[in-house]
């Protein structure tokens, strides 16, 4: 089956606490993302990954990093997890370049206690 | 201010009836896609139409690109197109990151 997989579903941890949560395509796509939902449902993007070249949102906290492997794979790293982090990841790849499609996954839901 | 704005922000229609949605955006846009978004949350991808028309099945996409502006036509709404339609645009910047709008909440009555 080719899509993109997420895991944990969901995930439920104090503040302060490390989170990590993992991402697959099997798309054969070269570029993969993390976007984030937040309550009021707006998404927004995190960070886009291509070819070791990674593209940081300015308005990310330093506190998040993305973790590659190859390009199948882009987890979502949290150091030290803050309430407002409370939220939908989603993952997402496609191919480079300006007119092709992103595909989503399911997506991972955070709830920072 | 926003760069993609969405209307209206919720839809109510009866089952059978078509609707349009509508999308505008502030800056130029390199590609422009339309998602479905279910109401457990998961996100799938419409179509992709930076510019002109798209059909496919129900569904119709029409890109004005130099007027900035997109519609998704839904013809004879099922209960089963319940959710939130989504339009997002990647602005051109060679970063190929997707900027949302916040969607159109549609319901059916059946």
């Known amino acids: 089956e080719t899509a993109v997989f997420q895991t944990p579903n969901y995930h439920v941890t104090q503040v302060g606490n490390e989170v990590s949560f993992n991402c697959k395509q099997t798309l054969g796509h070269d570029t993969m993302y993390w976007y984030k939902q937040d309550s009021k449902k707006l998404l927004k993007i995190m960070f886009s990954?291509?070819?070791?070249?990674?593209?940081v949102n300015e308005t990310v906290p330093r506190r998040f990093s993305p973790q590659s492997s190859d390009k199948a794979h882009l987890n979502l790293r949290i150091k030290s997890v803050e309430p407002e982090d409370s939220a939908v990841y989603l993952c997402a790849s496609s191919y480079w370049g300006f007119s092709y499609e992103q595909y989503f996954g399911p997506g991972t839901r955070l709830t920072v206690l | 201010g926003q760069q993609v704005q969405q209307s209206p922000s919720s839809l109510v229609l009866q089952e059978g009836e078509n609707a349009e949605l509508q999308c505008n955006f502030s800056s130029t846009a390199t590609q422009l896609q339309w998602f479905y978004q279910s109401p457990g949350g998961s996100l799938v991808s419409l179509l992709s139409n930076p510019s002109g028309t798209k059909h496919t099945g129900r569904l119709t996409s029409t890109t004005v690109t130099k007027e900035r502006r997109s519609s998704l036509h839904i013809s004879s709404s099922q209960t089963t197109d319940s959710g939130t339609y989504l339009c997002?645009?990647?602005?051109?910047?060679?970063?190929?990151?997707?900027?949302f709008g916040k969607g159109t909440k549609f319901s059916l009555i059946p």
């Open positions: 990954y291509n070819n070791k070249q990674l593209i």
């Open positions: 997002a645009i990647d602005r051109g910047t060679g970063s190929n990151r997707l900027t």
